[in-house]
């Protein structure tokens, strides 16, 4: 079993920056990839990002790239989601998955465990 809890969502203007974190409980966080999705009104649960068991691979979605890095720290059990240049339509409820191995995934269902979500709001 793992836990996950995601924090740092807000309300922001188009163009801030909001750095999201998600701490996980339970099984060995340096055995498994994490990633980060997101899922609007109305619309699917989409990829965002993706990172190996060793921070070692990294994948983005085409939205994502060059605006959004992750980033995990093994010995704090936790991993980030650093989002720049922040557009309207990057409003959503973003959540953070445990991958069901050590490398990185872009499908939803190649992930066991998710967080709760939190909130991002960008305002035009």
């Known amino acids: 079993q793992v836990q996950l809890v995601e924090s740092g969502g807000g309300l922001v203007q188009a163009g801030d920056s909001l750095r999201l974190s998600c701490a996980a409980s339970?099984?060995?966080?340096?055995?498994?990839?994490m990633g980060w999705f997101r899922q609007a009104p109305g619309k699917e649960r989409e990829f965002v990002a993706s990172i190996s068991y060793n921070g070692g691979m990294k994948n983005y979605a085409d939205s994502a790239k060059g605006r959004f890095t992750i980033s995990r720290d093994n010995a704090k059990n936790t991993v980030y989601l650093q989002m720049n240049s922040l557009k309207p339509e990057d409003t959503a409820v973003y959540y953070c998955?445990?991958?069901?191995?050590?490398?990185?995934?872009?499908?939803?269902?190649?992930?066991?465990?998710w967080g709760q979500g939190t909130q991002v709001t960008v305002s035009s």
């Open positions: 339970g099984r060995t966080f340096s055995s498994y990839a």
């Open positions: 998955a445990a991958g069901r191995g050590p490398f990185i995934r872009t499908s939803w269902g190649d992930y066991d465990y």
